[in-house]
C-alpha cells in the first residue's frame, strides 16, 4: 500500500556468505534509503542514495553497499555476513532528500546462521 | 551525540480511552521529527511530523506535541481503537539531512 516493495521477504544465509536485496521504489522518487532493525529496536540508517549516487551514510562497514537504478529500483548488499548482521532491513523512498514522508517498504528478514 | 529515546517501552490502554506515547530527543539542533507505527510484519507507517519551529500538529486523532525547552515529543491518540495497537518509534531529522535517527519504540496494546 506504500508503493515500495521489497524482495525477498525472508532470508536465511550462512556466516560470511554475501546477499542481496532489493527494493523497488514508488515511481518519481529519487531518493532510497535503508535501515537495519534488529529484534526490538528502532530502525538504523545505513545509507541514502538519491540519483543513483550514495547521499549519506551512518555508521556501517564497507561491506554494507548498495547501487540505486534509473528505473527506481536498489539493492544492498552485504558481504562476509555475520551473526549480527540477523535483522530486518528496510528501504524508504522519498520524492527527494530530507523530505519527512519517506514510505517503507515491509522489509526484509535475514537471519544469519 | 544525538539519541531519540522513549520513555515507557510497552503502553497499555483501554479501547476508547486516548493515548499518550512520549519521547526524549537529545540533539537541539533536530529540524523536524515524526513518528512512525509499526504493526507485525510491516514497515514503518508515517503518522505525522512537527517543525522545530512549531509546538503542536493535529492530525486525524492524533495530536504530536514538542516542547523544545525539555527536548520533549509526544504522539496523542485519541479514542483508542484496536487497530492502533503497534509500535510507535519517534524519529529525529536535523540539518535537513538524509537520515532518521529513531528511537527504541513502544508497544501500544489496545485493551477490550
Known amino acids: 500500500e506504500t508503493g515500495v516493495t521489497q524482495s525477498p521477504t525472508h532470508l536465511i544465509k550462512t556466516r560470511g556468505q554475501q546477499v542481496t536485496l532489493r527494493c523497488s521504489s514508488q515511481s518519481g522518487h529519487n531518493t532510497v534509503s535503508w535501515y537495519q532493525q534488529a529484534l526490538g529496536q528502532g530502525p538504523q540508517f545505513i545509507f541514502q542514495y538519491y540519483r543513483e549516487e550514495e547521499n549519506g551514510r551512518g555508521n556501517f562497514p564497507p561491506r554494507f553497499s548498495g547501487l540505486q537504478f534509473p528505473n527506481y529500483s536498489s539493492e544492498l548488499n552485504v558481504n562476509a555476513l555475520e551473526l549480527d548482521d540477523s535483522a530486518l532491513y528496510l528501504c524508504?523512498?522519498?520524492?527527494?532528500?530530507?523530505?519527512?514522508?519517506?514510505?517503507f517498504g515491509q522489509g526484509t528478514r535475514l537471519t544469519v546462521v | 551525540g544525538e539519541s531519540v529515546g522513549l520513555h515507557l517501552p510497552t503502553l497499555s490502554v483501554q479501547e476508547g480511552d486516548n493515548s499518550i506515547i512520549n519521547c526524549a530527543y537529545s540533539n537541539s539542533a533536530s529540524d523536524y521529527f515524526i513518528w512512525y507505527k509499526q504493526e507485525s510484519g510491516k514497515g514503518p507507517q508515517f503518522i505525522i511530523d512537527?517543525?522545530?519551529?512549531?509546538d503542536k500538529r493535529q492530525g486525524q486523532r492524533v495530536t504530536v506535541l514538542l516542547n523544545k525547552t525539555v527536548k520533549h515529543l509526544s504522539l496523542q491518540i485519541a479514542a483508542t481503537q484496536p487497530g492502533d495497537s503497534a509500535v510507535y518509534f519517534c524519529a529525529e531529522n536535523y540539518n535537513y539531512g538524509q537520515n532518521f535517527v529513531f528511537g527504541p519504540g513502544t508497544r501500544l496494546s489496545v485493551l477490550p
Open positions: 524508504a523512498s522519498s520524492f527527494r532528500t530530507g523530505d519527512t514522508e519517506a514510505f
Open positions: 512537527i517543525r522545530s519551529n512549531m
